[in-house]
C-alpha cells in the first residue's frame, strides 16, 4: 500500500489529500476563496495566492490528520504545477517541494487537466475497491478555464481532439450570469435561474465548426448579450443616487425574461457538448465515456449526455467537479507506478499537454 500526499492550488481553492493505492480517498479537504472572489464578479489572481500562502499549511496538517497518516507514512507529494494562475500555483508547488526535501520522498508533478480526468477513478462508493478503467476511454473536461475533449488510450496515453478556440464552457456561464445579473459563480446560478425558463424560448446559436471536434462558446455569449440589451431600455439618469440605481437595476430585472434567457442558453452550451462528445465517442468506438470539471456538476449535461450516448457514461459525485487533491493524488499514483517522478527544477507551466 503507497499512500500519496497531493495538493492543488491551480486557482482559488487551496487543497490537500492523501490518497492510498490510486483510488482510496483517506482525506480530502478543500479551503475555498468563492465567498471573498464574489465582490469581485470572478477570481482576482493576486487576492488568490494570498489565501493561498494563509490557507496551504492548515490544508496540508488537515489533511494529514483526517487521514490519520504521518509524515513517515508517506510514498511521495504530489502538486498540481499547470495550467493555473501562476502565483496560485507557485504557493502550491514550493509547498510540496519542501515537504519533499524534508521528508526525502518523491515529488510527482501532475498537469491540472491529467487530474480532472482521474476524478472518475476513485473510490466514491467506498466499495475497497478501484473502480473499473475501460480503455479507450473519452473525456469531456469542462470548467471555467479548459473546455477539452480528450482520448485517453492507456494511463498515460491522452491525444486532444479538440479545444475550445476562444471561452471555455464555465466561462461563458460567468459572463452570462454576470449580464443576467445572478451572481458569481455563474455555472449554479444560471442552473437555478434555468428551472423556471422555457429553453426554446430564444434561439441561440450553436458553432458546429464543420466537422471539427473544437467548441467556440464566444458568439453564444455575445448573443445572450444582444438579447439581454433590448430588455434595459429604462431611463439613464445622468448621476443617478444608490437609491435610484437600484431602482433602475430592479426595473431592468423585472422587463428582462432572466428565466428563458438562461434556460436557452444553458440549452444551447449542453447541445455542443453533448452533440460533439457524442460524434466523438462514436468514431474512436471508445468503451466508456466520462464528464469532469465544474461543469460537469450541471444536472441538464449529465442527463442528456447519459441519454444520448450509447455507452457507459462515467460522471464524478459533484464534490470532485470542482477543483481538487484527491484527483491529484489519483493522477499521481500511476506516475509513482511509471517511475515518473519530477525533479527539484520542476516549474510552473501554463500549457495544454497531458503528457
Known amino acids: 500500500m503507497s499512500k500519496i500526499l497531493a495538493i492543488e492550488t491551480s486557482c482559488d481553492e487551496t487543497a490537500a489529500a492523501v490518497i492510498e493505492d490510486g483510488y482510496q480517498i483517506l482525506s480530502n479537504v478543500v479551503a475555498s476563496q468563492i465567498d471573498i472572489h464574489r465582490r469581485y464578479g470572478g477570481v482576482f489572481p493576486e487576492v488568490a495566492s494570498r489565501q493561498h500562502i494563509l490557507a496551504i499549511g492548515t490544508v496540508v496538517q ?74 479507450p476511454t473519452l473525456c469531456l473536461i469542462v470548467s471555467g478555464g479548459h473546455t477539452e475533449l480528450v482520448l485517453i488510450r492507456h494511463h498515460g496515453s491522452y491525444e486532444i481532439l479538440g479545444r475550445t478556440i476562444d471561452d471555455a464552457a464555465g466561462e461563458a456561464f460567468d459572463k452570462v450570469a454576470r449580464v443576467l445579473d445572478l451572481g458569481f459563480p455563474g455555472g449554479p446560478a444560471i442552473q437555478e435561474a434555468a428551472k423556471g425558463g422555457n429553453p426554446t424560448a430564444f434561439k441561440f446559436p450553436r458553432a458546429k465548426l464543420g466537422d471539427s471536434f473544437d467548441f467556440s462558446f464566444s458568439g453564444l455569449k455575445t448573443a445572450v448579450l444582444r438579447v439581454a440589451q433590448k430588455y434595459t431600455k429604462v431611463e439613464k439618469l445622468r448621476r443617478p443616487t444608490r437609491e435610484q440605481k437600484l431602482q433602475q437595476k430592479q426595473a431592468e430585472y423585472r422587463q428582462m425574461p432572466v428565466a428563458d434567457i438562461a434556460a436557452s442558453f444553458q440549452m444551447a452550451v449542453v447541445d455542443v457538448l453533448v452533440s460533439k462528445t457524442k460524434a466523438a465517442a462514436e468514431k474512436y468506438n471508445v468503451a466508456e465515456v466520462m464528464l469532469a470539471g465544474g461543469v460537469s456538476a450541471n444536472m441538464l449535461l449529465r442527463n442528456k449526455m447519459m441519454t444520448a450516448l450509447d455507452r457507459p457514461v462515467l460522471v464524478p459525485p459533484l464534490y470532485l467537479c470542482t477543483d481538487n487533491a484527491a484527483m491529484i493524488g489519483a493522477a499521481a499514483h500511476w506516475r509513482l507506478q511509471a517511475g515518473q517522478t519530477s525533479g527539484w527544477d520542476l516549474d510552473v507551466v501554463a500549457n495544454l499537454r497531458l503528457a
Do not use: C, M
Open 62 to 135: 488537515d489533511a494529514l490528520i483526517e487521514a490519520r497518516t504521518g509524515w513517515n507514512e508517506l510514498a511521495a507529494v504530489a502538486v498540481t504545477y499547470g495550467p493555473g494562475l501562476v502565483g496560485s500555483l507557485l504557493v502550491g508547488v514550493n509547498a510540496a517541494k519542501g515537504i519533499a526535501l524534508s521528508q526525502n520522498i518523491p515529488l510527482i508533478g501532475i498537469n491540472h487537466l491529467e487530474g480532472h480526468l482521474y476524478s472518475n477513478w476513485l473510490d466514491t462508493d467506498n466499495r475497497g475497491q478501484p473502480p473499473a478503467q475501460r480503455f
